[in-house]
């Protein structure tokens, strides 16, 4: 909806009265018309330099929404939507810290948990003794599994993990590694590690068979393991809301500016009309609202 409010001040001597102004007539009326436009000139340039102080600039309000979200939208005095996207922001940051504390202190939790209850030693013995049950071309006196001090051999138990085959689909990463701790909760395979293990499974269907009838280490620290990556995946997303607020808040800001400048425009002319064998000018003040 559109409404124009038009006030049309016409020009008389007791508007421009020595007691009210500073204009000085001449009793001519050619003259004194001069005098008058160019005294509404000067009003018009004070009017138009007004006008485009009063003006938000689009492109200042989205740089400082894209900043900080909301702040474009207080420049624009758009006040409400200023205080929603300040609020998401805050929203997001924290539940993005706090869930990432939490993924931080269950991942200390869960490795905690598997330095105390999974042993390299005893998947790489386990490996060894049953390495020609599970894979008979196998010799595994081949492999040099352990160190004389008693330590696992990495690289030779990497090799004989590849020599099985069968279900030993992967090679264990070295202690203290991201994928050491994913693997030892996530494949089969190491679930002889596991201080709780059935030794006599020799195969993947009765290690998958006791997996899935019966408690474990293994089945309790996945999910251990799962939750801290449920915790990291929230702080994720809080990250990416983060991030869309940014965007959103500096286009919004772009768009309110836009729309500020447009619901007020404010204008002053001065018109002239003929009159038989005369001409009157008349300021015209123009007050335009738009919503």
């Known amino acids: 909806m559109k409404r124009i409010l038009v006030l049309i001040l016409v020009l008389s001597t007791a508007v421009y009265s020595q007691d009210k102004s500073d204009l000085k007539l001449t009793g001519t009326l050619s003259f004194d018309s001069k005098l008058?436009?160019?005294?509404?000139?000067?009003?018009?340039?004070?009017?138009?330099?007004?006008?485009?102080?009063?003006?938000?600039?689009?492109?200042?309000?989205?740089?400082?929404?894209?900043?900080?979200?909301?702040?474009?939208?207080?420049?624009?005095?758009?006040?409400l939507k200023s205080a929603i996207f300040l609020a998401a922001e805050v929203t997001a940051i924290t539940v993005g810290l706090i869930y990432d504390k939490k993924g931080d202190d269950q991942t200390i939790s869960f490795q905690n948990y598997a330095n105390q209850h999974w042993s390299a030693k005893r998947y790489a013995e386990w490996t060894v003794v049953n390495a020609q049950n599970i894979n008979s071309s196998v010799d595994p006196s081949q492999y040099n599994v352990f160190k004389s001090d008693g330590s696992v051999n990495w690289s030779e138990l990497n090799r004989l993990e590849n020599a099985i085959g069968s279900f030993y689909s992967h090679r264990l990463d070295r202690y203290g590694e991201q994928q050491?701790?994913?693997?030892?909760?996530?494949?089969?395979?190491?679930?002889?590690?596991?201080?709780?293990a059935d030794a006599t499974l020799t195969t993947y269907e009765e290690i998958k068979e006791r997996l899935s009838s019966s408690p474990s280490m293994f089945i309790y620290y996945s999910g251990e393991r799962g939750k801290a990556n449920d915790f990291y995946s929230a702080a994720h997303t809080a990250v990416l809301v983060v991030v869309a607020n940014h965007i959103l808040s500096a286009l919004d800001a772009a768009w309110s500016a836009s729309r500020y400048n447009k619901n007020l425009e404010l204008s002053t002319e001065v018109k002239k009309f003929d009159l038989g064998f005369r001409t009157i000018y008349y300021p015209r003040l123009n007050l335009q609202y738009r919503f």
């Open 180 to 196: 050491y701790y994913e693997m030892i909760g996530k494949y089969q395979q190491f679930y002889q590690g596991w201080e709780d």
């Open 36 to 79: 008058a436009i160019n005294e509404m000139n000067l009003q018009n340039y004070f009017n138009d330099e007004q006008n485009n102080a009063e003006k938000k600039s689009p492109y200042l309000a989205a740089a400082l929404s894209f900043v900080l979200p909301g702040a474009g939208e207080y420049y624009s005095e758009s006040y």
